[in-house]
């Protein structure tokens, strides 16, 4: 359960084009190679015991490693420092508006919000 089950804040921030683009284009890398290894397996049971799909699974691997990298240095830029790590929250990205929304969970991250004069918009999570 959320630290405050009535209530959370929501608010946006607008990310850089680059920055939208190099996690769009890992999500997408690791998407391609995930589906790739689906296709290989519905079509070719056997596969799985081939080097060319022991290939494609180290691929799909260092592309999620890569994806993972890139959300958390999108994180630490673009959630406020205050929050950084420090409270409960999520985002999410909308890659098409640049957008990246935040929700805050805690009641204290909520004030700070205040504090440093954010805009939001309360939710009620649930």
């Given at each position: 359960?959320?630290?405050?089950?009535?209530?959370?804040?929501?608010?946006?921030?607008?990310?850089?084009?680059?920055?939208?683009?190099?996690?769009?284009?890992?999500?997408?890398?690791?998407?391609?190679?995930?589906?790739?290894?689906?296709?290989?397996?519905?079509?070719?049971?056997?596969?799985?015991?081939?080097?060319v799909f022991s290939s494609y699974q180290d691929k799909q691997l260092a592309s999620r490693m890569?994806?993972?990298?890139?959300?958390?240095?999108?994180?630490?830029?673009?959630?406020?420092?205050?929050?950084?790590?420090?409270?409960?929250?999520?985002?999410?990205?909308?890659?098409?508006?640049?957008?990246?929304?935040?929700?805050?969970?805690?009641?204290?991250?909520?004030?700070?919000?205040?504090?440093?004069?954010?805009?939001?918009?309360?939710?009620?999570?649930?």
């Amino acid at each position: 359960m959320y630290p405050n089950p009535t209530r959370a804040a929501l608010f946006s921030v607008i990310m850089e084009p680059e920055d939208v683009s190099l996690l769009q284009k890992a999500a997408i890398e690791t998407e391609l190679y995930t589906d790739t290894i689906a296709r290989l397996i519905g079509s070719q049971p056997d596969i799985i015991r081939q080097e060319v799909f022991s290939s494609y699974q180290d691929k799909q691997l260092a592309s999620r490693m890569a994806f993972e990298q890139q959300k958390a240095q999108m994180e630490e830029k673009y959630v406020p420092e205050f929050l950084y790590g420090k409270f409960h929250y999520d985002w999410n990205i909308t890659y098409a508006t640049r957008l990246m929304t935040i929700t805050v969970y805690d009641a204290s991250g909520i004030e700070l919000l205040k504090k440093h004069h954010i805009s939001f918009a309360t939710v009620y999570p649930g």
